[in-house]
Structures are given as structure tokens and as C-alpha cells.
Nanobody
Framework: QVQLVESGGGLVQAGGSLRLSCAVS????????MGWFRQAPGKERQTVAR????????YYADPVKGRFTISRDNAKNTVYLQIDSLKPEDTAVYYC?????????????WGWGQGTQVTVSS
């Protein structure tokens, strides 16, 4: 059974930084492309970043390009999201998941973890 545990969120002022972590158990991380998602209040969950199983290719949603960086440590079975230059509109619950692209859509492969709350004050 796969388990995802996200951590590292918090309350931060605009312009600040956070490093989110996602510990994966029950699966071998290197076998999967991974993504980070976020869901703001009243909005649908959206993909913000994803990478390949080897970590060699990365993709970012336009609103976060240049500010978010996805990385991984396959030996630790952990995925990271470095978030810099935080903006109030980045406020959301952040989740990780294995991903697969179906046509132009990125879909999650597993059930969701509890997520980690990021709140950015102006």
C-alpha cells in the first residue's frame, strides 16, 4: 500500500521561501514520474510541477516557472519542492503524487496524502 506524507508547509511572508518534502512508502520512487499539486480554497487541484522518474526532465505550470523547483532523492524515496519568491496567490494545500500523462492531461496514479498547508501573507 502506497503512502504519501507531505511536510514543510507553513505561514510565510510574501517573498519568502519554503521547501516542501514528500516521503513515499510502499513504492520505489525511481520507477515513477512525480508531481506536485496544489488546491486553493474553492478551486480545483492543479498540477504545479512534475518530473521524470530519473529526475532528468522537469515541467512547471506557467504561474510558478522560475520560482518553484522540483527535485528528488531516490535513495530516500523523497520528492521535494523548493518554493521561492512566494506570492499570496501561492496559498494552498500542496500535495505530491505519482503522475502519468494521458494526452494533454496529467493524472495522479495513487490516492492522496494529507497535504501540507502553505499560507503566504502580503
Amino acid at each position: 500500500q502506497v503512502q504519501l506524507v507531505e511536510s514543510g508547509g507553513g505561514l510565510v511572508q510574501a517573498g519568502g521561501s519554503l521547501r516542501l518534502s514528500c516521503a513515499v512508502s510502499g513504492r520505489t520512487l525511481r520507477n515513477y514520474d512525480m508531481g506536485w499539486f496544489r488546491q486553493a480554497p474553492g478551486k480545483e487541484r492543479q498540477t504545479v510541477a512534475r518530473d521524470s522518474g530519473s529526475g532528468g526532465r522537469t515541467y512547471y505550470a506557467d504561474p510558478v516557472k522560475g520560482r518553484f523547483t522540483i527535485s528528488r532523492d531516490n535513495a530516500k524515496n523523497t520528492v521535494y519542492l523548493q518554493i521561492d519568491s512566494l506570492k499570496p496567490e501561492d496559498t494552498a494545500v500542496y500535495y505530491c503524487n505519482a503522475v502519468i500523462q494521458v494526452g494533454t492531461t496529467v493524472q495522479e496514479m495513487w490516492g492522496w496524502g494529507q497535504g501540507t498547508q502553505v499560507t503566504v501573507s502580503s
